[in-house]
């Protein structure tokens, strides 16, 4: 969901092109879950199933 933070343009801009491989691996495999303190019950329950069907 979000990409690793040296490959945003403007970090590119800032400090040039980097290579960080193990970074840039992570950032491919990572989940990113919404979770805030207002979620009701069932939107839980929701983001607990698509979990569990994304890793069966």
């Known amino acids: 969901h979000f990409p690793a933070c040296h490959r945003l343009s403007f970090v590119r801009q800032s400090f040039g092109d980097?290579?960080?491989p193990v970074t840039d691996e992570v950032?491919?495999?990572?989940?990113?879950?919404p979770l805030y303190?207002?979620?009701d019950e069932g939107q839980v329950q929701r983001v607990i199933e698509?979990?569990?069907k994304a890793v069966s």
Request: proline share 6%; no cysteine; glycine share 6%.
């Open 50 to 52: 698509a979990v569990r």
């Open 27 to 33: 950032a491919e495999r990572i989940i990113s879950l």
């Open 37 to 39: 303190p207002g979620m």
């Open 18 to 20: 980097v290579s960080l």
